[in-house]
């Protein structure tokens, strides 16, 4: 029922304010934006989605990935698309962007929206609409799309090292690259809970493992049992071949089993761990974990990414629609 309420949203061509105090920019996002100029946009994208997710169910993750990382740079624009030109390395050539992956998908369904649409559906709209669908496909919540984003021309590798929120991160630091972004700390508590789905490799953890102080030679915010297991996986600092599953067991399916792992003090991240350092974080973290609150998780997951999916919009006259989303028109 909740899937088919949100498709009955969808349809709705009215302008929405999704946000207390939102930005005028926002204002101008609207579900159902696209009902004149191409109405099927959404459909288009999901019977690709669901093509894209059957082959590669890994995907689910790093698609939503690429939607956090280019909203927490820039907004969401699509900046985190560019390629790299002469004179200029882009965010996805950043060192935490290394990893990202599912750019083929996104310039596939743009082509498919190209073909049904020419210069019509921003990239930044694609990448909000997979995003989403992804964690549908991965048997999470659905949620109403406002739309109407513009791409950005601009794409800094430099400013995505700085505004990215860090694998290391503790409360003060998070909190901080959150709330800069129109996020407060329940969002963190709930956006973190995205580590459900994907994989990790062995750089963006291994300093928990291998001579994480002088006290310590393993992080003690880590199980020990769990880091001795982690251990087999990740050989050394360097070690750049091994994957982790975020969510072990659970890395292809949206879920609450996140929540759990961290409770038990078996999050991949420090960024997870810290999630137990703070009382508004930890207490949203043992609540969930109990899974008794599975719906609540899913509806508070929806909310934060509506939020998170407005951050720094381009609207109106601003950027532009690219054809192609690797590259400026």
């Excluded at 390629?83 to 882009?90: H, Q």
């Excluded at 590798?157 to 929120?165: Q, R, Y």
């Excluded at 809970?193 to 992080?219: E, I, M």
């Amino acid at each position: 029922m909740a899937i088919l309420k949100s498709c009955v949203l969808l349809l709705l061509p009215v302008a929405i304010l999704l946000l207390a105090g939102t930005s005028p920019a926002v204002a101008q996002l609207e579900i159902g934006y696209y009902s004149k100029t191409c109405p099927n946009v959404e459909a288009i994208v999901r019977e690709e989605m669901e093509k894209i997710i059957s082959a590669a169910p890994s995907l689910a993750g790093p698609l939503l990935r690429l939607h956090f990382h280019d909203c927490f740079v820039r907004g969401c624009d699509a900046s985190v698309l560019l390629n790299s030109t002469e004179g200029n390395l882009a965010e996805r050539d950043a060192k935490p962007n290394k990893s990202l992956r599912g750019f083929g998908s996104v310039e596939r369904v743009k082509a498919k929206l190209e073909a049904a649409c020419p210069n019509t559906v921003s990239c930044a709209d694609v990448l909000t609409i997979m995003a989403r669908d992804a964690v549908v496909l991965a048997k999470g919540p659905t949620w109403p799309v406002a739309l109407g984003r513009r791409d950005g021309k601009v794409s800094s590798a430099t400013e995505a090292a700085d505004e990215l929120p860090p694998a290391y991160g503790d409360i003060p630091l998070l909190t901080k690259i959150f709330a800069s972004k129109n996020l407060d700390v329940k969002d963190l508590a709930v956006l973190s809970g995205a580590h459900t789905l994907g994989t990790a490799h062995c750089p963006s953890y291994a300093d928990r493992l291998y001579n994480f102080s002088s006290a310590y030679n393993a992080d003690p915010s880590l199980d020990s049992e769990y880091a001795d297991r982690l251990r087999t996986r990740c050989k050394s600092v360097d070690d750049k071949a091994m994957l982790s599953e975020m969510d072990p067991g659970s890395y292809k399916t949206f879920d609450t089993s996140y929540y759990r792992h961290v409770a038990k003090r078996r999050g991949l991240f420090q960024s997870d761990a810290a999630l137990l350092t703070d009382a508004t974080t930890s207490e949203y973290v043992q609540r969930i974990a109990t899974g008794k609150f599975d719906e609540e998780f899913f509806k508070d997951f929806s909310d934060s990414m509506i939020k998170m999916g407005n951050v720094g919009v381009l609207t109106g006259a601003e950027g532009e629609i690219r054809k192609k989303c690797y590259i400026v028109n």
